[in-house]
DNA sequence: CCTCCACAGGAAGCGCAGGAGT
DNA sequence: ACTCCTGCGCTTCCTGTGGAGG
């Protein structure tokens, strides 16, 4: 502990560098992944159609469902919002009562808190713990006819719903306009799994897929031109070259057209030349920017590998060149027996193998030696060290490397 | 051409944890 | 609090297979 003088002086340092701190951000807001911008690029057709389709609400009607579909970061989320706000201000302004609501189904979780979700937003108070699932969905539909509410939900990544659950709200969701007679419920489903209509109830699909809309991924020259916004809302003048914000579009861009991820690129990219004590982001900046997202991503993927899984790996790493299944076996199994781990069989290490293919952690090939046998050939795709670096973070590991 | 190595990888079933229904 | 159900990780058992060497 230092002296009441000390203390003082650093809680000024902080607070003085984070007051003048940042010379290159003047509004971290719109760099936020779930920004909504004032203007929507490129989604014209999206918004019009969506528009289109939810306004019966405003005549007190209910209005058809809608599944939109498209990649991570292709502006379905930014879409869905936009129209919601619009929709609301429009309301308002002629004194339509409607009741909107929005809930991001992967982070609310179970199809419970999903329900309370629906509940405050047509006025229900519903305790957060012991209710079934069909008695708080009911008594949100109770409110919903006792007050001929007209309902608009968004359901935001609905896949997970579809995945980790029954799929029993879904069903009493589509369903509902059949049931409810005052009032109505219309709903806006949002997945990035272009798969997900298939693992859903057949009943359930043809209600929710009333009306259908696929989001393109966006191109690098329309990424280009949403960067430029958001450098001019988020970027003190003169702070990013073009240059930059073009290199930042063309990453992204080639390889899905991910919005979000060519803007997390770009705060990045901020964080890194703020760092180096720059007052202008530039190209190389970008270059770090980028390799540190990606070890970021590889790091966290390996952290939280399986223990079983991170032993395997590192039974790769240390049988070298002689990668076969079979000696990467054999050195596994000492290794597991070293650190009092049971031992997996081969068939199971075989498969977990592949799944640290699949990960693109490692290459396995299979190969015919002829004679002597058939075999994956295994190599190591990602940095040894890096790999070794933060294996060693896990206790158990630790002690045998 | 046939054999046979050293596995690949599918199918079925088991035990367990966690979640839903009662 | 209790059963029932489901999904998951895993094992067991199995059939399939490319090609060097006979």
Redesign the pocket.
Known sequence: MGSEADQKKIINSIFTKAAEGSRIIKDAEPLRPDYVPPKLLFRDEQITAVAQIVAPILRKQRCSNVLLYGKTGTGKTATARLVLNELRLKAQEFKIPVCLCYTNCRLAG???RVVLDLAESVGVKIPFTGL???EAYSRVAAQISDNNLNFLVVLDEIDYLAKN??G?LLYELTRSHEKLTPGGISLIGISNDLRFKEMLDPRVLSSLGEEEMVFPPYSVEELRLILKERVKLAFNDGCITEGAVNLCAALAGSEHGDARRAVDLLRVSAEVAEREGKARVEEHHIKIALQKMEQDRLIEALRVL?L?AKLILLSVIKSEDSS????I?QTYLRLSSRVGV?????????????ELDMQGLIS?N?L?????????RVSLLVSKHLVLDVLTQDPIIAAVI
């Open positions: 179970t199809e419970y079934s699932l069909g659950s029954t029993n399986p079983q076969s299944t079979g000696s076996y049971e031992t997996l069989t081969a068939r199971r290490v075989s498969g977990i193998l592949s396995a299979v015919s030696k002829g004679r002597y046998g058939r075999s994956k």
